[in-house]
């Protein structure tokens, strides 16, 4: 069984989506965030950075960043469907698409949310947030060019774990409705994603829908 280190809202909800994707057996361990639960040192133990998500997977592994445990999970059950498989042509368009949103859209989030973080002046942040933002929307028109391109998912007709994770993110963005209105094949592709039953009950788990 696999063991989820988890907090609602979080960069866990795209392993916990392909959990529920690939009907594996997995408990939750729910952290408290605004406890510090996660800088704990039991936690601190299997994710030294003190960041959700964690996987322990059935056999003892332990597997930090939200993309890296989305692709261990892919190939862990195959059968699911989510990755393309080796020699597949469409698994580096994958890659691609997975690591411009963990490297590109997830990172400009956290300048975004966490402003503070970045300087180590203070009076500082309210500049990190407007870049952030700025970034952030130019950044979604790239994802948006890509689904127009012709989409309706990352990898054209493929459903994928990249659209899990773009789901994911697309959480993360301040007004949904928005984002939707900015860039309406983003809001097409979690339409069709949020009507798997696997990523609703996972939304709604997460308080998203
Ligand atoms: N690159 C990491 C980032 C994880 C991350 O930043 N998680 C956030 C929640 S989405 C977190 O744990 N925040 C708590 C904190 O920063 O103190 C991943 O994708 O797993």
């Known amino acids: 069984m696999y ?3 988890w907090a609602a809202g979080t960069a866990a909800l795209a392993p916990q989506a392909i959990l529920e994707e690939a009907g594996a057996p997995y408990e939750i ?8 639960e996660h800088r704990r040192p039991e936690y601190l133990a299997l994710n030294p950075a003190g960041l959700v998500p964690t996987l322990v997977t059935d056999d003892g592994q332990v597997l ?4 890296a445990i989305t692709v261990a999970l892919c190939e862990r059950h195959p059968d699911a469907g989510l990755i393309p498989g080796a020699g597949d042509p469409a698994r580096c368009s994958f890659f691609r698409w997975l690591f411009y949103l963990t490297n590109t859209v997830q990172e400009a989030f956290k300048r975004f949310y966490f402003p503070g973080r970045f300087s180590t002046d203070p009076a500082d942040a309210p500049r990190i947030k407007e870049r952030a933002a ?3 929307a130019a950044r979604w028109r790239i994802v948006e060019d890509r689904l127009a391109d012709p989409g309706p998912y990352l990898l054209v007709e493929r459903f994928s774990a990249a659209d899990i994770f773009l789901v994911m993110l697309a959480t993360w963005f301040e007004s949904r409705a928005g984002l939707f209105e900015m860039c309406p094949k983003v809001g097409r592709c979690f339409a069709l994603a949020a009507e798997r039953p696997a990523l609703r009950r996972t939304l709604e788990a997460n308080g998203e829908l």
Do not use: I
């Open 3 to 5: 063991k989820l280190y």
């Open 134 to 136: 700025s970034d952030l």
């Open 64 to 67: 930090t960043e939200s993309a």
């Open 29 to 36: 361990v729910a952290l408290d965030l605004g406890k510090q």
